[in-house]
């Protein structure tokens, strides 16, 4: 950053500097001049360039940090944090759809899938007898490259039989259900709550066991009210925002 950024910061202005500062670097990042993983000037850099104190600098990367536009790493520096996804509650939304809403590039890769018999648990939920065949479907989700969930599907497979042998890393599941099976997504309830990430999931996602992760358990249903499939979702906790709009 060059000095003639000094001029930038007006000191005879009713906004504080930190303020100010917050505002210009806020600026650098939101417009992509600097991007997700850029290391940030040192505290000193940018003392010397805008002619603040430590104080006004702390300030104003503090601000940042709280807004997640930065983090801070120990010995190493401040970086530009990836930006967060946010999710809204109140439609059904596809995973490559949602991604690609807010600029990003979506990709999917197939773990594993399979049929499985229908535990007890498992049979309640899909409104299907125990032992019924239920098409596994689980795959993980990237957004611009980087590993943002991983979704484990269970699809009652009498009303999709064959399903499992489209491509899933190329074709979205909902478009499969409604093109080849006549399935429309149409209503969903689901539970969401905060857990631990196991260490089979901290690895596929590249966080730390142990890690916040937002869970979700959701049962989709056809446009004839009947279940059809059952998700489990394990989104990253540093990168997802689950949202929704109340009024009163």
Same mark, same amino acid.
Request: glycine content about 6%.
């Given at each position: 950053?060059?000095? /003639?950024?000094?001029?930038? %910061? ?7 500097? +930190?303020?100010?500062? +917050? ?6 990042? %939101? ?23 430590? !104080? ?14 930065? *983090? ?25 759809? /949602? ?19 229908? #535990? ?11 032992? !019924? ?19 484990? #599907? ?26 080849? *099976? ?17 260490? /089979?999931? !901290? ?7 142990? /890690? ?21 979702? *394990? ?14």
């Amino acid at each position: 950053m060059p000095a /003639d950024h000094l001029h930038l %910061l007006d000191r005879h202005s009713g906004v504080p500097l +930190y303020q100010q500062l +917050y505002e210009l670097l806020r600026r650098r990042i %939101l417009s992509r001049e600097w991007r997700a993983g850029h290391m940030l000037p040192t505290e000193a850099q940018l003392m010397e360039q805008y002619g603040v104190s430590r !104080a006004t600098v702390r300030q104003a990367l503090d601000t940042l940090a709280t807004e997640g536009l930065i *983090y801070r790493q120990r010995g190493r520096g401040t970086f530009v944090a990836h930006p967060t996804v946010q999710q809204g509650l109140v439609r059904i939304v596809s995973f490559t759809e /949602d991604m690609r809403q807010r600029g990003f590039e979506p990709k999917t890769r197939v773990l594993n899938t399979g049929i499985i018999a229908a #535990s007890a648990d498992l049979a309640k939920v899909l409104d299907i007898e125990p032992g !019924a065949e239920v098409a596994r479907i689980e795959r993980l989700r990237l957004a611009d490259g980087e590993p943002m969930s991983i979704e484990v #599907s269970f699809l009652v497979h009498a009303l999709c039989p064959g399903v499992l042998q489209y491509d899933y890393a190329r074709r979205p599941l909902r478009q499969t259900l409604e093109q080849e *099976y006549g399935l429309r997504i149409t209503r969903a309830t689901q539970a969401i709550r905060a857990i631990n990430a196991p260490d /089979d999931i !901290a690895k596929r996602l590249t966080v730390a066991p142990g /890690d916040a992760l937002i869970f979700i358990e959701r049962i989709s249903l056809s446009q004839y009210n009947i279940p059809v499939e059952f998700l489990r979702i *394990y989104h990253r906790g540093d990168r997802y925002v689950l949202y929704n709009e109340l009024r009163g």
